[in-house]
């Protein structure tokens, strides 16, 4: 089993763009969403449906549709540009899985 | 606010074994599970396995035959062995906090890491 994502992704200043992550396990299991920038720690920024840690900005959600789980920013700001990976759980073995990443730029 | 960081070697021999410890502050290692990852160098994350405070393992099974988990929960740290290490084990290592169903008791939460190390580079290399 495995996580698929688009290898990079644009959105201009201050649009909406959705990240996806599409994957059999997702049917079964509920997706985090990690941002990486270059040099730095990947950060949560969701988890399961509309969870999101204290201190990340209400622009980020994420959301679950049949086997595609969402990351959606809605008003993409500059410092929203760097790397996105989803993280979920394997429905046919007992381990992880991350998503390959996308690289999001914003123009 | 629990922080996380990874210390040991940065240069480790081929077919010799990596090792580092990941050491807890600011909260207890107690009732949580603790997860290692790993990032090639310009290439993705890698899961490479989870272990609870009393030292039950999980672990991807592409690399089970050469990693162990372990837990010290007097030092409030925990520890990755990869064996038999090649070229292809060169990445940044990470340890973080996993969160899942069966510590949160909540199952729309799903799986995540919540708290990062800031990682470490091991190169693996004669």
């Known amino acids: 089993s495995e996580l698929t994502q688009d290898p990079a992704v644009s959105v201009a200043l201050g649009q909406t763009v959705r990240i996806t992550c599409q994957g059999d396990s997702l049917r079964s299991y509920y997706a985090s969403w990690y941002q990486q920038k270059p040099g730095r720690a990947p950060v949560l920024v969701t988890y399961g449906e509309y969870n999101r840690p204290s201190g990340i900005p209400d622009r980020f959600s994420g959301s679950r549709s049949g086997n595609t789980a969402s990351l959606t920013i809605t008003g993409a700001q500059a410092e929203d540009e760097a790397d996105y990976y989803c993280?979920?759980?394997?429905?046919?073995?007992?381990?992880?899985?991350f998503g390959g990443g996308t690289k999001l730029s914003v123009l | 606010q629990v922080q996380l960081q990874e210390t040991g070697p940065g240069l480790v021999r081929p077919s010799e074994t990596l090792s580092l410890t990941c050491a807890v502050s600011g909260g207890s290692i107690t009732n949580y599970y603790w997860g290692w990852i790993r990032q090639p160098p310009g290439k993705g994350l890698e899961w490479i396995g989870y272990?609870?405070?009393?030292?039950?393992?999980t672990y991807n099974p592409s690399l089970k035959s050469r990693v162990t988990l372990s837990v010290d929960t007097s030092k409030n740290q925990f520890s990755l062995k990869l064996n038999s290490v090649t070229a292809a084990d060169t990445a940044v290592y990470y340890c973080?906090?996993?969160?899942?169903?069966?510590?949160?008791?909540?199952?729309?939460?799903?799986?995540?890491?919540?708290?990062w190390g800031q990682g470490t580079l091991v190169t693996v290399s004669s």
């Open positions: 993280l979920s759980r394997d429905s046919s073995e007992n381990h992880l899985l």
């Open positions: 272990l609870y405070y009393t030292g039950s393992t």
């Open positions: 973080a906090r996993h969160q899942t169903p069966r510590s949160t008791g909540i199952f729309s939460w799903g799986e995540f890491f919540d708290s």
